[in-house]
């Protein structure tokens, strides 16, 4: 069965902090892997990945994928209260894109 | 400014009733897709359309339905088939041969009173 698996679930840090977001997962015919910043309703794009080893940055989020041990990290640095979101990470293949459960980020002043 | 609509933004529906969801997109996008999302659960694919007059069902259809008549418009109907029908469902589009991220309508909370 096709899935993708977030963790951790659920995170509180203070500002200033550095957080890594994590996401495997199985699928087959693979074509990217994408990540969602979701703030109250419509999750808004951060990134879209297709290939190994290239990190794509904006501003202070990052991410890279590793598609031979199936996983992708998201990374925030510098953290700010207005990081505070649901982030969901989801996998594209064939026609569907399906997401994981998301990881609550919660970021302290 | 091009995007994605959803009306209403929340919706109360008696146990037994039909609703339809409404989402219209003006991005000129052939793929639209209808998710919902329950707490703590990350977003769950119910249909999707490719093209006009084509859809296929996602993870969970039973007790929804859908019609894509229009390139811009794809309404989702919760029938009363639906066993538990509270959720917030999310719409969403993106081209056809995509290299870009898909794009989200602002969601429709549906509550059954």
């Known amino acids: 069965e096709d899935k993708v698996v977030q963790s951790p679930l659920s995170l509180v840090v203070h500002e200033g902090d550095t957080v890594t977001l994590n996401c495997s997962y199985e699928v087959t015919n693979f074509r990217s892997l994408l990540w969602y910043k979701q703030e109250k309703k419509a999750p808004t794009f951060l990134f879209m990945l297709t290939s190994s080893g290239i990190e794509k940055k904006s501003g202070r989020l990052s991410s890279i994928l590793d598609k031979k041990e199936l996983f992708s990290i998201l990374n925030i640095t510098a953290t700010q209260t207005g990081d505070s979101a649901v982030y969901l990470c989801?996998?594209?293949?064939?026609?569907?894109?399906?997401f994981g459960a998301g990881t609550i980020l919660r970021v302290k002043s | 400014d091009g995007g994605i609509t959803q009306s209403p933004k929340y919706l109360f529906r008696k146990e037994g009733q039909n609703v339809t969801l409404s989402c219209e997109q003006n991005?000129?996008?052939?793929?639209m897709y209808w998710y919902r999302q329950d707490p703590g659960q990350g977003l769950r694919l119910i249909y999707y359309?490719?093209?006009?007059?084509?859809?296929q069902k996602g993870d969970i259809a039973e007790g929804y339905s859908v019609s894509r008549e229009k390139k811009e418009s794809f309404p989702l109907t919760v029938t009363s088939a639906q066993k538990n029908p509270t959720a917030f469902y999310l719409c969403?589009?993106?081209?056809?041969?995509?290299?870009?991220?898909?794009?989200f309508g602002s969601g429709t909370r549906l509550t059954v009173v």
């Open positions: 989801a996998v594209e293949y064939g026609n569907k894109l399906v």
């Open positions: 991005l000129n996008h052939d793929a």
């Open positions: 359309s490719q093209i006009v007059n084509d859809f």
């Open positions: 969403a589009s993106r081209p056809g041969q995509a290299i870009y991220g898909y794009t």
